[in-house]
């Protein structure tokens, strides 16, 4: 078993700042890469930014300039800082975690439940 909580979620006024939090934690081997995908309604989920463990970043043109992923590899945690937040980026925030797991020889993917984030005033 493999899980992936989110926290930090919540409501921000435009122009504030959130930061949100992502471990992943159980039968874990190894993991290849940590990132963010965000989803809102009649839309397709689309990459926010994504992390290797050699510390090499992926960021979608929406988000590019405002938002900042890190992660620590000891803790099995990736963040993402939201700054300059707009409604836009109003949505549901995946996380998303390719790992090898103890049970499988071959990596895969792995989401958390998703933490929602809306920005208004």
């Known amino acids: 078993q493999v899980q992936l909580v989110e926290s930090g979620g919540g409501l921000v006024q435009p122009g504030g700042a959130l930061r949100l939090s992502c471990t992943a934690s159980?039968?874990?081997?190894?993991?290849?890469?940590m990132g963010w995908y965000r989803q809102v309604p009649g839309k397709q989920r689309e990459l926010v930014a994504t992390i290797t463990s050699g510390g090499t970043t992926n960021y979608g043109d929406s988000v590019k300039g405002r938002f900042t992923i890190s992660g620590d590899n000891a803790k099995n945690t990736v963040y993402l800082q939201m700054d300059s937040p707009n409604p836009e980026d109003t949505a549901v925030y995946y996380c998303?975690?390719?790992?090898?797991?103890?049970?499988?020889?071959?990596?895969?993917?792995?989401w958390g439940q998703g933490t929602q984030v809306t920005v208004s005033s």
């Open positions: 159980g039968r874990i081997f190894v993991i290849n890469t």
């Open positions: 998303n975690a390719n790992l090898r797991s103890t049970s499988y020889y071959s990596p895969r993917d792995y």
